[in-house]
């Protein structure tokens, strides 16, 4: 059986002991398919030239063995790594954290095909900003994308809505507008006051619709190859209307719904064209009842290694062959077709 060399991308600088790159990869390196995995770091210094300056090829890379696990000072990265080239390898896997970095991207897809890394930067690009919702609007709640403060104020007329910055993840920046009242993190400002602060820095924002029912919790699916491998369900803190973990939301056991697993296939129909294998996607309970897509998560996917465990599906075995068979089928034919 052909095996293929992997090369992982992270920067273990932002991760916790939660992240779901240690069990992953650990499974990941036991399949029959890998030859080899390494992993290099943006965290660690002599990596600079490659990750911040783009200046090099090579990094310092550590293999992957049994041991790999988290830790506060990233030993994992630094224990027997080597310097290697990364057009030595067969395929790149990114697990950068957010927000995307096009010049890195960029740096990225001028030394190695971008049909060979994934999830494939250009996908990444396209579908990291919360603008991508609007390709998939009839799955959300009502949404509008909006430049100006005239517009905001617009939609927020109808209905409570909340605005997320285009790029934010993890809950960072998303504020909540109820008549003249706005949250805005710990802060409560009227109207007049959030108007007067957001034309002094003015952005473009995602507003959706606040949906009464936000406390039944916020669903967070991960789909690999367009299939879903497993779900968890992330309610908010108490006193808190965001669901994320980041924001002290806790997690647990749940079911697929009808609803969800459409919004599964619609999504993953779109994003394999777009070179994206693995994705997370999130919804919410809407005023009817129904589940409705409100995030998409295409670069470094949270929430692996809670689904495991709650789930007691082995859904990281499960991760592992459709990658490994995704590998096979889907960019190693492409670049045997080039090659004829």
């Known amino acids: 059986m052909k095996t293929y060399k992997l090369l992982v991308l992270t920067n273990h600088k932002t991760h916790s002991s939660s992240n779901s790159i240690y069990a992953l990869l650990t499974a990941l390196a036991r399949h029959e398919a890998c030859g080899q995995i390494d992993v290099a770091s943006a965290g660690l210094p002599a990596n600079k030239l490659f990750f911040k300056y783009h200046l090099e090829s090579r990094l310092l890379a550590a293999p992957i063995t049994e041991d790999f696990q988290f830790s506060e000072d990233g030993k994992s990265y630094q224990a027997k790594a080597r310097w290697v080239e990364a057009g030595e390898y067969d395929f790149i896997f990114l697990r950068m954290p957010p927000p995307a970095d096009k010049l890195f991207f960029d740096f990225l897809t001028s030394i190695f095909p971008a049909e060979r890394i994934i999830n494939n930067p250009n996908g990444i690009l396209e579908t990291g900003s919360k603008k991508y919702l609007l390709r998939h609007a009839n799955l959300c709640p009502p949404i509008q994308y909006c430049e100006d403060i005239e517009q905001v104020e617009d939609f927020a007329r109808q209905f409570p809505i909340v605005l997320k910055p285009l790029n934010s993840y993890g809950g960072n920046g998303v504020i909540k507008i109820d008549g003249d009242q706005v949250w805005m ?75 969800e697993r459409l919004i599964a296939k619609q999504l993953g129909v779109d994003l394999l064209k777009k070179g994206v294998f693995m994705f997370g996607f999130d919804t919410l309970t809407d005023d009817e009842g129904k589940r409705v897509l409100s995030e998409i998560n295409t670069q470094s996917i949270g929430g692996l290694k809670q689904i495991n465990e709650q789930s007691g599906s082995h859904i990281l075995e499960n991760i592992t062959d459709l990658f490994w068979n995704y590998v096979k089928k889907n960019v190693d034919e492409k670049l045997l077709v080039g090659r004829a």
């Not at 034309?199 to 916020?218: I, N, T």
């Not at 908010?236 to 980041?246: D, I, T």
């Open 185 to 259: 993190g710990n802060q409560i400002l009227s109207f007049a006051e959030f108007t007067r602060q957001f034309q002094e820095r003015p952005q473009p924002v995602l507003a959706m619709k606040y949906l009464k029912h936000v406390r039944r919790g916020d669903k967070r699916i991960v789909v690999c190859n367009g299939k879903i491998v497993g779900a968890s369900l992330r309610k908010p803190a108490k006193g808190n209307w965001l669901c994320n973990g980041a924001q002290g939301g806790a997690s647990g056991r749940t079911i697929i719904t009808k609803e």
